[in-house]
């Protein structure tokens, strides 16, 4: 508790110092909420988004928009007000399919970057509480990181279904992490696994980041969960891992 306390202190004084850069929290919230959503009911398209899902309805809607940040890394919102990964609405048996249709983007990230991307160079990925700046729950979709990438691929045959902490550091941060036997993430709930697998966690969501990286195992598809805390040293930026500027689609044939 007194690592929290300390990250909710350290969080209220760089929202303060950065001040411009938040100036609208909620920026993504009005742009899903109150554009993509309408347009696409008044079957007007889904823009500025790029997609938006509304089969099961708002309350089930997730909708895709391209951040401005590099050159292809797309967003997935949510179409329902939930503020981030600490919202307990993500633990309830009606909660969004966000990640599923965050991993369904991976083809308008290669669209952007007019290349085919094997699975184990897309990452998905969610900031802490205390390390984003919007206050509406959003999945990072971009490239991974190339030493993420290799680090990971090393380090495969040691992942099972129970969460471990990783013996090699991912961009100077060690995660913990566990394996996941899934072809696109829609018979799982990432988020649910870790509040119910790392002690402490469904206590205190709002400290943790998540992401999921695209794997093979034993030539099925897969995922690899990765899972950080933030503290005062850093982390809970698990955003961290990804390559905003894609330096593996100039490797990719």
């Not at 823009?47 to 951040?67: F, M, N, S, T, Y």
């Not at 179409?79 to 308008?108: C, H, Y």
């Not at 969610?126 to 990438?149: F, G, Y």
């Amino acid at each position: 508790m007194a690592g929290v306390t300390l990250a909710l202190i350290l969080s209220v004084w760089l929202s303060e110092f950065n001040a411009p850069a938040r100036a609208d929290p909620n920026a993504l919230w009005r742009i899903v909420h109150g554009e993509c959503v309408p347009r696409v009911e008044a079957d007007l398209g889904p823009k500025p988004c790029e997609r938006v899902d509304l089969d099961g309805g708002v309350e089930q809607g997730v909708a895709i928009l391209k951040d401005l940040v590099g050159v292809s890394q797309m967003l997935a919102i949510p179409t329902r007000r939930i503020t981030g990964i600490e919202d307990p609405q993500m633990l309830a048996p009606n909660a969004p399919p966000v990640f599923a249709v965050a991993w369904s983007a991976k083809t308008l990230v290669e669209e952007r970057l007019h290349r085919a991307l094997p699975r184990e160079a897309v990452g998905l990925a969610i900031n802490s509480k205390w390390a984003r700046t919007q206050e509406q729950l959003h999945v990072h979709v971009d490239c991974v990181r190339i030493p993420v990438m290799k680090a990971l691929a090393e380090y495969a045959s040691a992942f099972d279904s129970q969460w471990r902490a990783m013996t090699v550091p991912l961009q100077g941060r060690v995660y913990f992490a566990r394996r996941i036997d899934s072809a696109d993430l829609a018979d799982v709930a990432p988020l649910k696994l870790l509040a119910d697998g790392l002690e402490g966690a469904r206590a205190h969501m709002g400290a943790y980041s998540l992401a999921a990286v695209g794997a093979t195992y034993d030539g099925k598809p897969g995922f690899v969960l990765l899972a950080d805390q933030f503290s005062l040293e850093g982390g809970g930026h698990a955003e961290d891992v990804q390559d905003h500027d894609c330096a593996i689609a100039r490797l990719t044939p």
